[in-house]
């Protein structure tokens, strides 16, 4: 009887507990796992950036690759038996002049005058060799004159810079030949520096003067975005 009598008695402490200690231990336990899942979830996040940087890494390397590999594609292709190939290290486009520095120079047989290459388009040519480093004037330098002629019409004429490097100009066509707009213009190989075939740009626009076109030229490579380049020396490649 006493133990019916305490049961009675303990009924309401049960149900007591259990409306109000077991939800405590509940929220307890919700706590402790919320705090070891926003663990598990900054391990997470920690393993992903790493991952990510990984993979910026691998990615860089792939396109870096690549590009080397269509350069040396190029090189077999035309058999360039004596270029160099040379890393640009620093670039130094204004309105006074055009130029590049690339990280080979006497001690990798770079010479004065050699002609600077990306695949089939012309860059340029070597100003000064020191040791280690060359200096190249880019084709948009003002200083630097390249005879060319037009693929399409065979109009002749002088491609020159004008220190900016999305144009140029087509000097000296004279205004009996024919233009077409778009028309792709490739170095002629005349004199001793610049050999023949290789892309300098296409013609953006024209209009007839007196005796000669006015003639805007915009290069096919973006020099900003160019990492490296051949050097190859006319009668050589």
């Known amino acids: 009887m006493l133990e019916q009598i305490a049961s009675c008695a303990s009924y309401p402490l049960v149900i007591a507990q259990n409306y109000t200690v077991e939800p405590v231990k509940k929220i307890f336990a919700?706590?402790?796992?919320?705090?070891?899942?926003?663990?598990?979830?900054?391990?997470?996040?920690?393993?992903?950036?790493?991952?990510?940087?990984e993979n910026i890494k691998l990615s860089g390397q792939v396109e870096y690759f690549?590009?080397?590999?269509?350069?040396?594609?190029?090189?077999?292709?035309?058999?360039h038996k004596n270029?160099?190939?040379?890393?640009?290290?620093l670039r130094m486009v204004s309105k006074q002049?055009?130029?590049?520095?690339?990280?080979?120079?006497?001690?990798?047989?770079?010479?004065?005058?050699?002609?600077?290459?990306?695949?089939?388009?012309?860059?340029?040519?070597v100003e000064e060799v020191y040791p280690y480093f060359s200096r190249i004037a880019l084709i948009t330098d003002s200083q630097c004159k390249v005879a060319a002629f037009c693929s399409k019409t065979k109009s002749k004429g002088i491609c020159?810079?004008?220190?900016?490097?999305?144009?140029?100009e087509l000097c000296f066509v004279e205004h009996f030949n024919s233009l077409k707009e778009g028309d792709l213009i490739l170095s002629e190989g005349s004199g001793?520096?610049?050999?023949k075939g290789f892309a300098l740009g296409k013609i953006r626009s024209f209009e007839k003067n007196k005796l000669h076109y006015n003639v805007i030229v915009e290069p096919l490579i973006d020099f900003d975005k160019i990492d490296n380049c051949f050097l190859i020396k006319k009668g050589k490649y």
């Open 30 to 53: 919700k706590r402790k796992n919320k705090g070891e899942l926003e663990s598990l979830v900054d391990k997470l996040q920690k393993s992903l950036y790493e991952l990510v940087q």
């Open 66 to 79: 690549k590009d080397i590999k269509e350069l040396v594609e190029f090189k077999k292709r035309y058999k």
């Open 83 to 89: 270029a160099v190939l040379g890393n640009i290290i």
């Open 97 to 125: 002049s055009q130029v590049i520095f690339v990280d080979v120079g006497v001690q990798s047989g770079v010479e004065k005058d050699m002609v600077a290459i990306y695949k089939n388009c012309l860059l340029g040519k």
């Open 160 to 168: 020159q810079g004008v220190n900016e490097t999305h144009q140029m």
């Open 192 to 195: 001793f520096i610049f050999p």
